[in-house]
Every structure is written in structure tokens, then in C-alpha cells.
């Protein structure tokens, strides 16, 4: 069986501290641990200078290998390539999408960087799979160095509408490095369409009736994958949410009121002010829901330095404050805002106790929360999941309450009508949206997108493009 090498930035290295919250770091470390492999990227440290070879941690079955970044290279690299232009750009988030030149050289610099310190570690017969949007240059970067092994790519970001993408400056080089890949997997048909519009309309490659796309003189197959969870587990974990004392007493501080939930980093794409603002429009509208009703919203802190995340964070405080301020009674705090991570069995048994969701981003490459919380759900007393259109979650959870993130009144509206549901209308939603997510798992995404790989037409490496 041959080895599998996961390469992203963010690495989730058991008891360590870098962040576990993402759904990168939750998916990858569900994904490696059942055959174990190597892991690669970032060790979350900044430090006086880049680490010149990465440093090896062994908790069987996987090998950690990671390196800490100087300030410059997380600067331009992290906070700036990949936070302040990526991800607002791949959010459809113009608007805060900045485009300084050194950014993108740090970015290609320390993509470079990495390539050469992954190189050594890799054997002919690995399957490399290289994970998001901070690292699209590297299957180029490893080519160079000699890499001849193929090489898959999967984005768990959205892939922005061709005139959005076109914005980018760089954009032909970034094109051109996706290509370098021998499998490029998006979230959903939505980002793949977005992909093949802009290899047919702007490489001059074309799209062949297999899927295959030829591009850059290359052949590669684009294809979605969508991610899953571990459904089975989380089920069982959330069957059992009560014997942890914090869910314990959440419950007893909560009484007999009902409670909504939003789990989320703390990332303008969530749709946060958006979700709060909702809120407060269904407490304005529906008052007989006074004192009946509290809504938890769970956010850590990420990306603090990143000035745009720095703003919503004091947006929020403020808007929750005032909230509370205009609702809130002696006996009863309407909106309960933590900006902390939670350990899993704690979140799931926050899920199973809540009676809907609000899962409702702007944008979102896939969203896990929503996964994850319709697998906490009672069979026979399930919670109602409000999901936003906007979330690639919706494509398969079309028996959620669709909503709108961007209209405060339709969500209010949707808030009412989960609380008011029927228990025969939540059962037949639940089973409608648990179908797809038992049969898509994360074991049969990881063995979907490697199978995928393993049989990707072998391209030479003296084909690769620069
Ligand atoms: P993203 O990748 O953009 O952060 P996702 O919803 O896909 O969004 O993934 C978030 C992951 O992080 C989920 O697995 C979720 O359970 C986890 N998570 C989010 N917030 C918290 C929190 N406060 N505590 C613990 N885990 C969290
Ligand atoms: O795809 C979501 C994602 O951007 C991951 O790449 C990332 O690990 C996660 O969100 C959390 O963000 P960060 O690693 O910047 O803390």
C-alpha cells in the first residue's frame, strides 16, 4: 500500500496548540489516522527566522512534519498572500481583497520554501495531496525539484465566479499552478463549473467529455469531491453529550427555554453581524418568543492579525452588547457570545441540546458545522438546521431551511418557523439530510479523491507548466 503525504498549511500535531478549530485540520486529522502517513506544513509558530529543515514529531500512525515561519514569511505569505487576497478574493469579498506585489512574491517564496523541505521526505510510490489555497504553487515548486509522482490538489474554499478570479492579478500564474496538479478537486459543481469557465474561456484549454481538462500543455482531471464527516462517531459521541459536565450544565442553566445555535472562527465569510442582526429582527417581530428563547453563538478568535478580523471582532462585541442591551432582562440574556474553542464532545452535545442551527455564511466552501450538526441530531427529536443558500453544504442538505444570509427578515422568518416545526416535519428533514452524509463519510472522501488520483492520466513531468 503506498504512503499518504498530506500537505497543508495548518497542521493539527496532537497536544499541541495550534489550532484545531477548521474544517481542514478536523477533516485531515479524521482522514490520516485510520492509515497514518506523513503530515507537512506550517507548525503555527512564528519564529526569529524560517525554519531551514522541518521538525519531525512521531505519534503513531502519522509523522508530523512541520516548520515554523520568520515574521516576513508569515507576514507576506499567511497574513497576506493567503488571508488578505485568497480568501477574501475566493469569498467573493472584493471589496477587502488587496493585492500588494510583495505579498504574492512571499507567497511564491515560501510555497518554494516548502517544496524543498518536503522533497526529501518524499518516496516514489506516495500519493502527495496537497490541500488549499495557501499552497497552489507547490506542485510546480516540486516538479522543478524533480517530483515525478502525481500530485492532487483539493480547495476547500470556494473557486470564485470567472470575473471575480480575473481580479486577481496574478491570476494566470495561479491558474497555470493549479494545473501543474494531476487532480484539482473543488468542493462542489458550482466551483468547478467557475474552474472550467475560466480554463475554456481564458487558458484556451479546453474541457474534454470525460472531465478531463487539458490546459497549459497538460492533462489533469477537475472533479468535485465533497467533504464529509464521521458520521457514525459524531452520532455516537452526541448519544452520550449528557455525561459531559459542561453540556450538563449548559442544560441546567438553560432551563426550559429553547436554544439556537452558531458555531463559527470568527471570520467575516461566517456571516456573523449578518446572523445577529436576524436575530434581533425575529426577537422585534416575534415577541411572544421573549424569555422562550436564547441563542448561543460560539466563535474563537482567528487570523488576529489580519486587521479585517480584528474589525468584525469589535463589531461583534458591539452588536451583541447592544442586543443584549435592548432585550436582555433581569432573568434572561437573549444572545450568549463566547469567543472560545470547545473541546468536540462539548460542541456536539451543545448541538444535540439545541433546537435549530444557524449555520449561515456569506460564502463557504463546504461548511462542517452544518455536517457535523445534523449527525448530533436525536432520530426521533431532531433540531432544525437554517443553512444559508451560500454554504456548499446546501447541495446536499436541500432539506434544511434554505436561507438567504443576506436578508435579516427571511432568517428571522426562518428562525420562527424551526421553532414552531413540527416534530413529523424535523424527523423527515433529519432523514432527508442524515441519507447523504452516512454515505459520503470522510473515509469514502479521502478513498474517493485518491482512487481519483491514483488513476489520473500520468502526465510527464518536462509538461509541467512554470
Ligand atoms: P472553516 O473551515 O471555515 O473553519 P468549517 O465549518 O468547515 O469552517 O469547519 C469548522 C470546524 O471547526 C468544524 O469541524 C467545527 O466543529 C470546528 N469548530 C468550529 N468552531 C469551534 C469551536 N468553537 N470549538 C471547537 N471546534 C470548533
Ligand atoms: O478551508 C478553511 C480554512 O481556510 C483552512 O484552510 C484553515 O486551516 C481553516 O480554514 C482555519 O484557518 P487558519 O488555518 O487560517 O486558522
Redesign the pocket.
Given at each position: 500500500m503506498s504512503r499518504l503525504v498530506v500537505v497543508s498549511n495548518r497542521v493539527a500535531v496532537p497536544n499541541q496548540q495550534a489550532a484545531?478549530?477548521?474544517?481542514?485540520a478536523?477533516a485531515l486529522r479524521e482522514a490520516l489516522q485510520a492509515n497514518g502517513g506523513v503530515w507537512f506544513g506550517w507548525s503555527g509558530k512564528i519564529a526569529q527566522r524560517t525554519s531551514s529543515q522541518p521538525t519531525l514529531t512521531e505519534v503513531a500512525p502519522v509523522t508530523y512534519a512541520t516548520v515554523d515561519l520568520g515574521r516576513k514569511d508569515h507576514s507576506e505569505y499567511y497574513n497576506g498572500f493567503a488571508n488578505r487576497t485568497l480568501w477574501p478574493l475566493f469569498h467573493y469579498r472584493l471589496d477587502l481583497a488587496e493585492f500588494p506585489r510583495q505579498n504574492y512574491e512571499g507567497y511564491l517564496r515560501v510555497n518554494s520554501l516548502f517544496a524543498e523541505q518536503l522533497r526529501p521526505l518524499l518516496g516514489d510510490d506516495d500519493d502527495i495531496w496537497i490541500h488549499d489555497y495557501h499552497m497552489i504553487p507547490l506542485a510546480s515548486e516540486l516538479r522543478r525539484l524533480g517530483v515525478r509522482q502525481r500530485i492532487g490538489f483539493f480547495l476547500?474554499t470556494p473557486f470564485p465566479a470567472l470575473e471575480v478570479f480575473l481580479a486577481l492579478p496574478s491570476h494566470e500564474r495561479i491558474a497555470r499552478s493549479l494545473c501543474a496538479y494531476d487532480v484539482v478537486g473543488f468542493q462542489t459543481m458550482n466551483d468547478l463549473r467557475a474552474f472550467l469557465d475560466y480554463i475554456v474561456n481564458e487558458s484556451g484549454g479546453e474541457v474534454l467529455e470525460d472531465g478531463l481538462v487539458k490546459a497549459y500543455g497538460r492533462t489533469l482531471k477537475a472533479q468535485v469531491f465533497p467533504i464529509g464527516v464521521e458520521a457514525e462517531n459524531l452520532a455516537r459521541t452526541a448519544a452520550h453529550a449528557l455525561k459531559v459536565p459542561a453540556v450538563r450544565r449548559f442544560r441546567e442553566s438553560q432551563r426550559d427555554r429553547a436554544f439556537l445555535m452558531g458555531?463559527?472562527?470568527l471570520?467575516y465569510?461566517k456571516g456573523i453581524p449578518e446572523r445577529f442582526e436576524a436575530f434581533q429582527r425575529f426577537l422585534e417581530r416575534y415577541p411572544a418568543w421573549h424569555r422562550q428563547v436564547v441563542m448561543v453563538q460560539?466563535?474563537?478568535g482567528s487570523r488576529a492579525e489580519v486587521p479585517e478580523y480584528k474589525q468584525i471582532r469589535e463589531e461583534l462585541e458591539a452588536r451583541a452588547g447592544h442586543l443584549n442591551g435592548a432585550f436582555a432582562d433581569y432573568d434572561w440574556t437573549p444572545l450568549r457570545y463566547l469567543n472560545?474553542?470547545?473541546?468536540?464532545e462539548t460542541?456536539v452535545g451543545f448541538f444535540r441540546l439545541s433546537a435549530a442551527a444557524l449555520v449561515t455564511p456569506l460564502r463557504?466552501?463546504?461548511?462542517?458545522?452544518?455536517k457535523?450538526y445534523v449527525c448530533a441530531q436525536s432520530p426521533h427529536e431532531p433540531g432544525v438546521l437554517i443553512l444559508s443558500r451560500f454554504a456548499g453544504a446546501a447541495r446536499e442538505l436541500d432539506a434544511a431551511l434554505l436561507v438567504n444570509p443576506f436578508d435579516p427578515d427571511g432568517v428571522a422568518d426562518a428562525i420562527a418557523r424551526a421553532l414552531n416545526m413540527s416534530m413529523e416535519e424535523r424527523v423527515e428533514r433529519w432523514e432527508a439530510m442524515i441519507k447523504p452524509l452516512r454515505e459520503n463519510s470522510l473515509d469514502a472522501w479521502r478513498d474517493s479523491f485518491l482512487k481519483a488520483l491514483r488513476q489520473a492520466p500520468y502526465a510527464a513531468p518536462s509538461d509541467t507548466p512554470g
Open positions: 484545531n478549530t477548521g474544517g481542514l478536523v476547500h458555531v463559527d472562527r471570520d465569510s460560539i466563535a474563537p472560545k474553542g470547545v473541546p468536540r460542541l463557504d466552501g463546504m461548511n462542517l458545522v452544518a457535523e
